[in-house]
Each structure stands twice: as C-alpha cells, then as structure tokens.
Nanobody, 123 residues
C-alpha cells in the first residue's frame, strides 16, 4: 500500500512562487508520479508527470512556469511553481502508479492519490 503525503500549499500573490512536495511511504517507488489540480466547479486536470528515469511532461498551461522533479532515494516528487497566476488557484493533488513506467496524463491512470493541498493565488 502506497501513501502519498503532500505539503507546501498556501496563499501567494500573483507572480509569486510556491514549491509543493509529495512524499511516498513504503519501499523505493519507481513508477510514474504526477501532479493534478482541481478548481471549484471544474474537473481534475493534469499538471505534470515524471517517470523514474526523468521523462517529463507538462500541461500547456504551466509550461515554462512549473518544474516537476523527483528524488528517488527519498520517494519524493516536487512541483516548483513560478510566475503564479490567479487561474492556478486550485487544490493540487499528487498521484502515483507503481506499475506504469511511462508518462500518463489521465487521472484514471493513477491508483494512488494524496489528500490534496490548497494553492490560492491572489491577484
């Protein structure tokens, strides 16, 4: 059983930065890791994903502003968010699939989820 624990959300002004972390419990985790977000009244949407060998994919809306990375030895994935905009306001969820080793971007491709962390960007 994999448990994901997120941290790092909060309130920031537009143009500011935040760094989210997601730690996975258990033994070394080598599957794909992803970040999704969900704004009020909207569906959960893909933000970024990274494989254990460093293959990365981003949603077009965050390219050039967000950076995903991972420390395999710590079972931790990060999301560095720069130049934040009000439209980035959402609950951010980390996700994992220990049996997938390539990039996947649909929520149904992930079978483990964190509890979510609120990111609020004020304009």
């Amino acid at each position: 059983q994999v448990q994901l624990v997120e941290s790092g959300g909060g309130l920031v002004q537009a143009g500011g930065s935040l760094r989210l972390s997601c730690a996975a419990s258990g033994s070394t985790f080598t599957g794909v890791r992803g970040w999704f977000r969900q704004a009020p009244g909207k569906e959960r949407e893909f933000v970024a994903a990274i494989t254990s060998i460093g293959t990365i994919s981003y949603a077009d809306s965050v390219k050039g502003r967000f950076t995903i990375s991972r420390e395999n030895a710590k079972n931790t994935v990060y999301l560095q968010m720069n130049s934040l905009k009000s439209e980035d306001t959402a609950i951010y969820y980390c996700a994992a699939n220990p049996t997938r080793f390539f990039i996947v971007s649909y929520p149904t491709n992930y079978n483990y989820w964190g509890q979510g962390t609120q990111v609020t960007v004020s304009s």
